[in-house]
């Protein structure tokens, strides 16, 4: 067995630390055993995008939700956006996220266990169907059928053109609530969002990779990088990831304008969280229109955002909802 501090990756999880994870699982009740570790290997997944007005919205794939917020501008690009500040606009917004939504909670599981295609679910064909299912009220989402035809996230960037988008997380606060005793290792609670249903692509199951909502986000134009871009929260992140895209690419808003801008975060059915800053013609318009409004919740993400223009300057947002900073040297 290798000791801790071994350098090479395979003989880490072979050693000491692997198996007193492992054994601290085992004695709390856990699940993941020795051959877990030792048999695990990290990957290097090629990322998915679409073409929002001229501009191309990268995400991680399954099993994360990266490609929720592609399914949602899909359906937004086919509408015309008038303003943030827009009751129309927002209300298709919220619909257009919660037919994602629908979509996402239905199909994406581990890739292994996917019943549909992702180029399917962010095809602009299937999101011309999903888009004529928008009308003036708000609907209950149901998904629909493609076969026919604890979180940190942060940004950088340097002088040489390089750009990172990364986040990690270990979902709920503090994880599973377990610490590898002698380690200040905190076990996380990912395995929370998979299904128990047997028939559900997302069913648990050994070797098996939940649902995972960590989306990292990035832009790039013309086959320029503009930049990365990500918003933290559980279920907010790709509410958050449309919101912010639509924010500067259909309303021109700076990188730090687009995430001071206030949000919505569609809960579950006509339920719909609202950040104060719309102005009561937003709300009493959405309230007419069947969305049942939280003015009072909170959780509405943070995040960060870096652009770079053609003239290779660099420019931050920060979040103001936490204790974000942008840091440049």
């Known amino acids: 067995m290798a000791e801790i501090g071994a350098t090479d990756g395979e003989s880490f999880y072979r050693g000491a630390l692997a198996r007193a994870m492992a054994d601290w699982s085992e004695k709390s009740g856990g699940l993941l055993r020795y051959d877990d570790f030792a048999s695990y290997q990290p990957e290097w997944v090629d990322p998915v995008s679409i073409n929002y007005r001229g501009y191309d919205v990268w995400e991680l794939p399954p099993n994360g939700q990266g490609i929720t917020p592609l399914i949602a501008l899909n359906i937004m690009e086919g509408f015309d956006p008038i303003s943030h500040a827009d009751a129309m606009t927002v209300h298709r917004q919220i619909e257009s996220m919660k037919l994602a939504f629908s979509d996402a909670f239905a199909y994406i599981a581990d890739p292994n266990y996917m019943t549909v295609k992702v180029e399917d679910l962010i095809s602009k064909e299937y999101a011309a169907r999903r888009r004529s299912l928008i009308g003036e009220r708000a609907i209950l989402p149901e998904p629909g059928d493609p076969y026919r035809g604890g979180t940190v996230y942060l940004c950088a960037a340097d002088g040489e053109g390089n750009m990172i988008s990364f986040i990690q997380s270990v979902a709920m606060s ?30 648990a199951g050994p070797r098996k990779r939940a649902f995972n909502t960590i989306i990292p986000g990035f832009l ?30 259909d309303y021109g808003m700076n990188p730090q304008a687009a995430l001071d801008a206030s949000r919505w ?42 652009v770079r223009d053609k003239d290779g300057v660099l420019c931050g947002g920060t979040e ?10």
Request: charged share 15%; net charge positive; with cysteine.
């Open 174 to 203: 503090m994880g599973a609530g377990v610490v590898v005793p002698g380690t200040g290792i905190l076990m996380q609670n990912r395995g929370s969002n998979f299904r128990m249903d047997p028939k559900h692509p997302n069913c």
């Open 220 to 249: 790039t134009k013309d086959g320029q990088p503009v930049g990365p871009m990500g918003v933290m929260g559980g279920f907010m992140q790709p509410q958050g990831h449309m919101q912010v895209t639509m924010n500067m690419i």
């Open 265 to 306: 975060f569609w809960q579950r059915d006509k339920v719909v969280r609202i950040e104060p800053g719309y102005s009561p013609l937003v709300l009493d318009s959405l309230t007419a229109r069947g969305h049942e409004l939280d003015l009072e919740g909170k959780g509405f993400g943070r995040g960060g955002i870096i």
């Open 320 to 329: 103001p909802r936490g204790g974000g900073a942008i840091a440049a040297f």
